[in-house]
């Protein structure tokens, strides 16, 4: 089992940052596979904002790239988001995610699937207000 705790939401104004924290916990490293970041807002789908490679490759959403940022500490077990810029339309509950495999190819393809995932945070509230 691996359990994934976000943390890091909060209430903002359109132009500020937040950083979200991803932290992995149980019998799995986090080093050994690729974690993403999801988000869902009110009455709209999952829908992917950023994901990194165990392997520290990159991966943005269109509407994120250039002002979302994602690192990893393996050291802590823990994924970062850093948000910048950000605007009402970035107003979800966000969500970390464990890769089911630790292999690249497939999975830097098909990274903004939900399926991809085995394990997922309960997720952290961002309200950006106008």
């Known amino acids: 089992q691996v359990q994934l705790e976000e943390s890091g939401g909060g209430l903002v104004q359109a132009g500020d940052s937040l950083r979200l924290s991803c932290a992995a916990s149980?019998?799995?490293?986090?080093?050994?596979?690729?974690i993403a970041w999801f988000r869902q807002a009110p009455g709209k789908e999952r829908e992917p904002v950023s994901a990194?490679?165990?392997?520290?490759?990159?991966y943005y959403a269109d509407s994120v790239r250039g002002r979302f940022s994602i690192s990893r500490d393996n050291a802590k077990n823990t994924v970062y988001l850093q948000m910048n810029g950000l605007r009402p339309e970035d107003t979800a509950i966000y969500y970390c995610?464990?890769?089911?495999?630790?292999?690249?190819?497939?999975?830097?393809?098909?990274?903004?699937?939900?399926?991809?995932?085995?394990?997922w945070g309960q997720g952290t509230q961002v309200t950006v207000s106008s």
């Open positions: 995610a464990h890769s089911a495999v630790s292999g690249g190819g497939d999975w830097a393809r098909n990274w903004a699937r939900t399926s991809e995932y085995d394990y």
């Open positions: 149980g019998r799995t490293f986090i080093a050994s596979r690729h």
């Open positions: 990194i490679s165990r392997n520290y490759h990159t």
